[in-house]
């Protein structure tokens, strides 16, 4: 066999690695692996494996993490979501946008909620209380309708026509 790395002399030294459970080799001759690790005598075996390995196929992640699936980060502010985890705040807008699908399962946990309710003025408090029931019952006709309940979204036509004509 021929060396991988000058493609002139014979490959006396090889070395196997797996990478993601694909096996990747490399063959090398003498003079290649001694340049590849640095100088010295190569055949004295003054070196360790993991040294080794890491001078010739220099990794991208160590390997006990080559497995793990790549990390999810903003495009515009480069946070990670395990950067997120670990300080706790978000680095931009588009974080929000980015790590969605991980930040709503995570408020609806700790708020119950997704969306933010706030709080409401005393002075404001009935006419929010209508608005949010007329959303309610809007809703509620729909499914009905959807269900084709008829006699029941009747029923909430009438109630949405009734709080409509009720301003405060």
């Known amino acids: 066999m021929i060396c991988q790395n000058c493609k002139a002399k014979e490959a006396t030294v090889n070395i196997t690695r797996f990478v ?8 090398l001759c003498k003079d290649c692996a001694e340049k590849l690790l640095g100088g010295g005598d190569f055949l004295s075996f003054d070196f360790s494996l993991p040294d080794l390995l890491g001078t010739l196929l220099k990794p991208s992640l160590p390997f006990w993490e080559e497995s793990r699936p790549p990390s999810l980060r903003c495009p515009k502010c480069g946070l990670s979501y395990e950067g997120f985890q670990e300080i706790g705040k978000l680095g931009c807008s588009e974080c ?16 119950g909620n997704t969306r933010h309710g706030g709080k409401i003025p005393l002075r404001a408090n009935e006419e929010l209380a209508r608005l949010k029931e007329l959303e309610r019952l809007k809703e509620e006709l729909n499914e009905a309708i959807k269900r084709e309940e008829y006699e029941k979204a009747a029923e909430l036509r009438d109630k949405i026509r009734e709080i409509e004509g009720k301003k405060v």
């Open 96 to 111: 929000y946008k980015t790590f969605k699908s991980k930040l709503v399962p995570l408020l609806r946990r700790i708020h």
């Open 20 to 27: 993601g459970g694909k096996k990747e080799e490399l063959h």
